[in-house]
């Protein structure tokens, strides 16, 4: 006799402006993998200090070869993650680097809200993945620049963008 097979759902009715961001790290060189071991423990301290509005945080593998980490994260709603990522330290610091000296690495995030839409950036990414594949690629500037932009969300950023469109021009 064949197993009966346990489905299972959830009720996210309690959260109906979730956002789930994928945020990958490939590695194009050597030297971006020890960019790569080096952020690991800045990750983990950012997500131990449990922000406001983070749900869940997971870390994946996307592929061995080329290395390309990945993680998942659940926010309540894009202003904590918005608020979360224009005003901490690490975040900022570390965004300040990456678009100074990507050292190795390309990063990318492709983030869905509950209530409809999707954005994305894509940086130093050599071979077009997730919706870089189908959808037209355009330039990260002008209405383009911020996640913000991106979705057409309503209202003013909370805080400043850790790099102005000026600085990666």
Do not use: C
């Not at 954005?119 to 500037?141: H, K, L, S, V």
């Amino acid at each position: 006799m064949a197993a009966k097979i346990k489905r299972t759902t959830v009720d996210l009715s309690a959260y109906p402006d979730l956002v789930v961001i994928y945020l990958g790290m490939r590695v194009n060189s050597l030297r971006g993998l020890k960019t790569l071991l080096r952020l690991g423990p800045g990750i983990k301290a950012a997500v131990a200090a449990k922000p406001d509005g983070l749900l869940l945080h997971e870390d994946l593998i996307f592929s061995l070869w080329p290395i390309h980490a990945l993680m998942r994260q659940y926010w309540r709603d894009f202003e904590s993650l918005e608020t979360w990522a224009r005003s901490t330290m690490p975040h900022q610091e570390w965004w300040k680097e990456f678009l100074r000296n990507p050292s190795g690495t390309g990063f990318w995030h492709e983030a869905y809200f509950r209530r409809g839409g999707f954005e994305a950036i894509y940086d130093d990414i050599p071979t077009p993945i997730g919706m870089m594949q189908f959808a037209p690629n355009r330039p990260a500037r002008g209405p383009m620049f911020s996640a913000r932009q991106r979705i057409q969300a309503p209202g003013e950023a909370h805080g400043a963008a850790p790099v102005g469109e000026a600085e990666v021009s």
